[in-house]
Each structure stands twice: as C-alpha cells, then as structure tokens.
C-alpha cells in the first residue's frame, strides 16, 4: 500500500513539475521569448558560478575532515618513494583538474548568450589538437615511468641479508612463522595441516623445523632497518597482506607462495612519538574480503631494536615443543618414556 502511494506522489510531484513549466513558458510567450531567454541564461551562469565555488569550498572540507585519517609518514624505505609517487600525481592532476574546471565555468559565466553577441564558430584547430594530446601523454608518460621505476624496486628480489618471515592467513587469522636459531625455516605441507597441534603442517622429520616459532595472535614483529622477506600463504581462500604504514600489500594465494620485501625503518615506539599517539599500532589489514570474518583479520606489525627482538624471541617456545611436549610423567610414564627417546633438545 505505501509502495503504492509513493508512486502516486512521485507521478504527481513530475505532473506539478510539467505544470509549472508549462505556466512559465506561456508567461515569457507573453512577456518576449529572446528576453526571458537571456534571463534565464544570467541566473543559469551565476547558479553555475555558485556550484563552483561551492565546489572549491566542499573539497576543502573534506580535506580538513579527513586529513587526521590520512596515513603518517611511511615507515619504509620504499614507501618514501611511494608517497613521493602519489604526490607528484596528486599535484600533477590537482593543478589540471583545478586549472580546466576554471575555465570551464569561466567561459559559461563570461561568454553567456547576450542580445549583443552572437555565437561564435570555431570548429576545429590543428594546432590545440595536437598540444593537448602531445601535453598529456607526455605528462602520462612520464608518471608511468616513476610507477614502474617503484614498482620494479618493489617487486626485486630480496636482499641476500634479508630475514625470512612466513605469514599465512586462514579464515580468520595470521599465522606467523620465525626461524630459529638455524635462521631458516623448516619444510611444510599442507597435508600434515592439523587445526590442534600442527597448523601450518610442519614436516616434523626436517630438523629445520625443530625450532621455528609460530605465533597466531596477529603479531608480526620485525627488527627495525633490517630487511625482511615475507613467504605469503594461505590455508583456504585469498587473502591479502596489507601493510598500509609501509604502503606495501600482497595477496595471499592457497596453493602458491607469494613473496613481499621491506626493511622497516621506524620502530613501533618512535612512530607512537611521530603521530604523537600513545596507542599508535601499525596495521597488517586483510585486503581482500575473504568471507564473513575478514575484519578479525586485523594483525599488528611490532617494529622492534634488534635487541628487544631477540629477547622477544628467546622468550618464545618453538612450536614443536609447544606441540610435542613430554606428558607429565606421573600421568603417563610410558608416553614420557617414548618421548624422551626422541631427545627434544631444541629451546
Ligand atoms: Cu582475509
């Protein structure tokens, strides 16, 4: 019934409309077509004038509403040259949308129909043709370069140096995988995966693995001016690693390793100083919707001293011995006994 009477007021509001067109065409038949007409068009071009300069104003608005929730300095070597990137075509085609929407509105206001000016014909010029084709592409051409300049430094291949770090996501969270002491990590697949004891599905026969850590509440910690090699994965559907404050991302793809580099260069601590924000965390966002739990997605990326980092990690227990660790012995002697034959020395 309501749905009905909507329609019915919104056929009325165009009949009133149509109506009241109708009256004002016949009173400027009555009045003098030409003369109504250049009316029309004064308060058409100064209407238009006022939505520019409304224009103008609402994007300075905006500007300030949002600026607090624009991203702080980029916390990596490679976002520096990023945020030179979006600057430089920021400004770039600021000042041209800036400069043609002027005139745009200039020449609709300043060359208005009048009684004493006719229209005047200018079909077509060689020469305008070719310099706002030739300017632009030009101009184009030249944001292209410093894209991809960025995006080959982004994409090489990592440093020899670089500490490798695996982070797989699953519907809804990060696991995240350090080496050991060995440095490397150890062997996977996917189907050891065990959702109890073995969630990245750990080849426990490769000794490698016997001291990796692995930690599955979000965190990812990396020492600060180190580079770092992150192997991507996923466990089931695509997700994405994204590094806002580090203006990096990358998808997570189940069946194949995708790799991201970076060397972090602002601790966790001075970026708190930076933004003057005492709760600052630096965000690792799921950047692609990965099913109806993506925004427990959420991890945090802790940029740490190489110090606070090893003792960070010498706090952690290796997964393997979290997962494989000896029964207590009054509970089950024989199980002690058969564990205690596997020799779990690692730390
Ligand atoms: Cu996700």
Redo the contacts with the bound molecule.
């Keep these: 019934m309501s749905g009905l009477l909507t329609t019915l007021l919104v056929i009325l509001v165009f009949v009133i409309i149509y109506q009241i067109g109708k009256a004002s065409e016949y009173a400027s038949m009555m009045r003098g077509e030409e003369q109504s007409r250049y009316r029309t068009n004064k308060v058409l071009a100064t209407l238009l004038a006022g939505f520019f300069v409304l224009g103008l104003y609402g994007i300075w608005i905006c500007h300030q509403y949002f600026q607090d929730k624009l991203l702080p300095v980029s916390a990596s070597a490679t976002g520096v040259s990023y945020d030179s990137m979006f600057n430089v075509t920021v400004v770039v085609t600021g000042v041209v949308f800036l400069a043609t929407q002027a005139l745009l509105f200039w020449f609709t206001f300043r060359y208005q129909s009048t009684e004493n000016r006719a229209s005047f014909y200018f079909p077509h010029s060689n020469t305008l043709e070719i310099l706002w084709t030739t300017v632009p592409a030009i101009a184009m051409a030249i944001l292209v370069a410093i894209g991809l300049k960025n995006w080959m430094t982004v994409t090489s291949p990592a440093p020899a140096n670089a500490k490798v770090i695996e982070i797989v996501?699953k519907?809804?969270n990060w696991i995240v995988r350090y080496p050991g002491a060995d440095n490397e990590l150890g062997k996977r697949d996917f189907r050891k995966i065990d959702n109890a004891n073995n969630v990245l599905g750990l080849d426990w026969t490769d000794p490698h693995n016997m001291d990796d850590v692995i930690a599955q509440n979000g965190e990812l910690h990396l020492v600060v001016n180190k580079p770092v090699k992150l192997l991507i994965g996923s466990r089931d559907?695509i997700?994405?690693v994204g590094l806002p404050h580090f203006r990096l991302k990358m998808d997570?793809v189940p069946g194949i390793t995708t790799t991201l580099w970076l060397t972090p260069t602002i601790t966790t601590d001075s970026m708190k100083i930076i933004t003057k924000n005492p709760n600052f965390v630096y965000e690792i966002s799921?950047d692609?919707i990965?099913?109806k739990g993506?925004y427990a997605?959420r991890g945090t990326v802790i940029v740490q001293t190489q110090a606070e980092y090893d003792k960070w990690l010498s706090e952690q227990k290796s997964y393997y011995a979290t997962n494989n660790a000896p029964a207590a012995p009054a509970e089950a002697p024989k199980d002690a006994a058969k564990i205690d034959s596997t020799k779990v020395t690692i730390k």
Excluded: N, Y
């Design positions: 996501g519907q809804f559907v997700h994405d997570a799921c692609q990965c099913g993506h997605m």
